[in-house]
T-cell receptor, first 116, second 116 residues
Framework: GESVGLHLPTLSVQEGDNSIINCAYS??????FIWYKQESGKGPQFIID?????DKRQGQRVTVLLNKTVKHLSLQIAATQPGDSAVYFC???????????????FGQGTILTVHP | GAVVSQHPSRVICKSGTSVKIECRSL??????MFWYRQFPKQSLMLMAT?????????EQGVEKDKFLINHASLTLSTLTVTSAHPEDSSFYIC????????????FGSGTQLSVL
């Protein structure tokens, strides 16, 4: 299904805690997934990506896990900081190597609030 | 790094007027750009794919006569909201790829359109 017009879920954590943000994607044939961070009034900012032939990828303080069996994606943020407060979206691409490489289907999104 | 510039960042207009939004790739050429719309506290929805030198490809449910897209050069795509109405009020975001996905796909900073 498509991303629908639902209000975003929220996650509140304390500074220094680890955060886990979850996303259910829609197309079992999607072959590429990206996590974005969006601050208020700004465009999405790339965080980390993963191809469908992988189940885990690590970056700086972030880890993405992909479970294709249940079409689930998660973003783990280690030692969360107040500057991490934002809305986080997952996005999927079908046929990323073809002409639709830039056509992203965004997930619902999660509002992350980090308390000092 | 590559930058996508979007202008204006905010526009307020009267109902019935037309508004043009520009999306520029500042340091790379983009044969394809993408336009998204985002309502408050919701996810991004792809509106159309802008192709340099040819007609845009619109997603299902997006009125091509309402949202005119022009991609006259390799660094500029414009979205014109014609005869805007209050229900067109939204955050419009463009993206452009420097030859790939993930870190090669860049988003503009968005345009907040408010129609009175």
């Amino acid at each position: 299904g498509e991303s629908v017009g639902l209000h975003l879920p929220t996650l509140s954590v304390q500074e220094g805690d680890n955060s886990i943000i979850n996303c259910a994607y829609s197309n079992s044939a999607s072959d590429y997934f990206i996590w974005y961070k969006q601050e208020s009034g700004k465009g999405p900012q790339f965080i980390i990506d993963i191809r469908s032939n992988m189940d885990k990828r690590q970056g700086q303080r972030v880890t993405v896990l992909l479970n294709k069996t249940v079409k689930h994606l998660s973003l783990q943020i280690a030692a969360t900081q107040p500057g991490d407060s934002a809305v986080y979206f997952c996005a999927e691409i079908y046929n990323a190597g073809g002409t639709s490489y830039g056509k992203l289907t965004f997930g619902q999104g999660t509002i992350l609030t980090v308390h000092p | 790094g590559a930058v996508v510039s979007q202008h204006p960042s905010r526009v307020i207009c009267k109902s019935g007027t037309s508004v043009k939004i520009e999306c520029r790739s500042l340091d790379f050429q983009a044969t394809t750009m993408f336009w998204y719309r985002q309502f408050p506290k919701q996810s991004l929805m792809l509106m159309a794919t802008s192709n340099e030198g040819s007609k845009a490809t619109y997603e299902q449910g997006v009125e091509k006569d309402k949202f005119l897209i022009n991609h006259a050069s390799l660094t500029l795509s414009t979205l014109t909201v014609t005869s805007a109405h209050p229900e067109d009020s939204s955050f419009y975001i463009c993206s452009a790829s420097r030859g790939g996905v993930g870190e090669k796909l860049f988003f503009g900073s968005g345009t907040q359109l408010s129609v009175l």
